[in-house]
């Protein structure tokens, strides 16, 4: 094949292709677009103000190194004024995260940057390698997202910052995206799809600059960019990528790569679309600020990047099943009722029913507006009265193991996690 | 076989997928000229190769599913994305270097 030229410079031989519009662009002119295009997110967006403050959630990986890049060139170039701190989280994995960190002490000596590391066992008590003596191999990743979410905020607090960006990308978002639509959970579609949860009332506002970035684009770009991040499988959740929404992702990308963007979008004009009643969010608001993050995002994933267990997908095309299995009852027994008649009567009558049987609207009604409060346990932000780091570490701290927390989206009676106990298990069983 | 019939390439892995490699990052491999069909050798014939031959991982689907290299890998010949010369049609030439990036591992 003869070598493709640089659509913007028309000199240079063509190395990216881009997943989005299919520009061919050299090394030179897509870091550039790169860089372009998230100034122009943080611009439209009012992301950021002069002066102010800023963590940058670093876990070394590639998505928090290219954010970490990123922003000190922006802010260097634009004069955005702001005074950018790396902040990291140890979650006490040997092996793991004690290798990660050593990158991100790299990079605060690269870009300049002071960095903070707070730790599970100093806010918690307890380090993932110890939560994983109790609680085994597996479910611990529900652990690690919580502590994980709350840490950040009491990180940032430390620092006296109330301003956390994270490297989510647009395939993160996607992903959620497409999981909140699968669960029917529309409070979370709407802030997932919002570049910034939390307001200037909040303690801690969290944002997602990246949020428009292809991940192969990060990739791409740390690549040309020889920056220096971290790469290995958590060694608590290895393969949690296969079976998830992220291998449908991904499967999308291949075939059709715009497919990502789309999802994004059609995410935020979904969101547009959720009454007010249901997000706590007014709708002039919604695209850019919503509520809280304190507990947005799912429990279940690995949440250095919001990333769903594998388990998930399977739930998920269970309860699928059921629904249908039990939509295809319901039609059988009406038609039975009406078999007396011809066909096309047979077929009304279904009709008529499958409109009132069909669609879930009702539940709309039913959800319960999450508002935000505070954990009466730790005092952190919280739409639960107790805050599911809390409810994790009461059982952790009574040596319970198999605890799971639910919200349950139809259970309107209560906004308190409910509980379930599978049996007091020994630890280590 | 003649050392005239082979050359050598280079072939990096990273972003997480040298753990599949035994941890290697960077390797030089003689490949044939042809395959055995007579043809010109390929960016696809490569990855067959790599899958059955260099990778000791019992994973291999973590790498090659159905026959192509998994979603979410990226495949750079000579630092330029595989889509721009072919994908696996690719015919590959004495001294390209061939990088595997995954996209899946971590944040």
């Known amino acids: 094949m003869a070598p493709s030229i640089c659509a913007i410079c028309e000199v240079v031989r063509a190395l990216i292709i881009r997943p989005k519009n299919h520009q061919k662009l050299c090394k030179a002119c897509f870091i550039a677009i790169f860089e372009a295009e998230i100034h122009h997110t943080i611009t439209t967006t009012s992301l950021f103000s002069p002066g102010d403050r800023i963590a940058i959630g670093a876990s070394g990986g590639k998505d928090s190194t290219v954010l970490a890049s990123v922003l000190k060139t922006l802010n260097e170039r634009h004069n955005y004024g702001l005074d950018l701190v790396l902040l990291s989280i140890d979650e006490g994995i040997k092996g793991y995260r004690d290798d990660s960190l050593e990158t991100v002490k790299r990079n605060a000596v690269q870009y300049d940057m002071p960095l903070k590391i707070v730790g599970y066992d100093e806010l918690y008590g307890w380090t993932m390698d110890q939560v994983v003596e109790v609680i085994g191999k597996k479910g611990n990743c529900t652990y690690c997202g919580v502590f994980r979410r709350q840490a950040l905020d009491r990180g940032a607090k430390m620092l006296g910052i109330n301003h956390v960006v994270t490297g989510h ?58 920056l220096d991040y971290f790469t290995t499988e958590c060694l608590y959740s290895p393969e949690a990528f296969r079976g998830s929404a992220r291998s449908l992702i991904k499967n999308l990308e291949r075939v059709r790569p715009s497919a990502i963007l789309d999802l994004v979008r059609s995410g935020e004009d979904m969101a547009r679309l959720v009454p007010e009643a249901v997000t706590g969010i007014s709708q002039c608001k919604i695209q850019k600020v919503s509520l809280s993050s304190a507990d947005d995002e799912d429990t279940s994933g690995c949440g250095t990047n919001g990333r769903s267990g594998g388990g998930e997908m ?29 066909g096309l009567h047979t077929d009304a009558v279904l009709l008529k029913l499958g409109k009132k049987t069909g669609p879930k609207t009702k539940m709309v009604k039913k959800l319960t507006r999450q508002t935000l409060g505070t954990c009466r346990v730790c005092g952190y932000m919280s739409s639960q009265e107790i805050c599911k780091a809390c409810t994790l570490l009461e059982g952790l701290n009574k040596n319970r193991p198999k605890m799971e927390i639910e919200i349950d989206i139809k259970d309107e009676e209560s906004s308190i996690p409910r509980i379930k106990m599978e049996g007091v298990v020994q630890a280590g069983g | 076989m003649a050392s005239e019939d082979k050359f050598n390439l280079v072939v990096e892995f990273s972003g997480g997928l040298e753990l599949l490699f035994s941890g290697r990052r960077k390797l030089t491999i003689s490949v044939p000229i042809k395959d055995n069909e007579g043809q010109a050798v390929t960016v696809g014939w490569l990855v067959h190769y790599l899958c059955n031959e260099v990778m000791e991982d019992s994973r291999k689907n973590m790498f090659v599913l159905d026959g192509h290299v998994c979603p979410g890998i990226l495949v750079l010949i000579n630092d330029a994305d595989w889509e721009l010369e072919g994908e696996a049609s690719y015919a590959l030439q004495p001294n390209d270097n061939v990088l595997f990036v995954s996209t899946l591992h971590g944040g």
Not at chain 1, 322 to 329: I, K, P, S, Y
């Open chain 1, 314 to 342: 399977a739930d998920m095309e269970k309860k699928l099943q059921a629904d249908e299995d039990a939509v295809g009852r319901e039609v059988d027994v009406t038609a039975k009722t009406s078999s007396d008649n011809d």
């Open chain 1, 169 to 226: 990308n647009a395939d993160d978002v996607a992903e959620t995206i497409l999981m909140n639509l699968l669960r029917g959970d529309l409070p979370r579609l709407a802030r997932s799809t919002s570049i910034m949860t939390g307001d200037e009332s909040s303690e801690v506002r969290r944002s997602k600059p990246l949020k428009y970035a292809y991940e192969k684009e990060i990739v791409l770009y740390a690549h040309h960019k020889k």
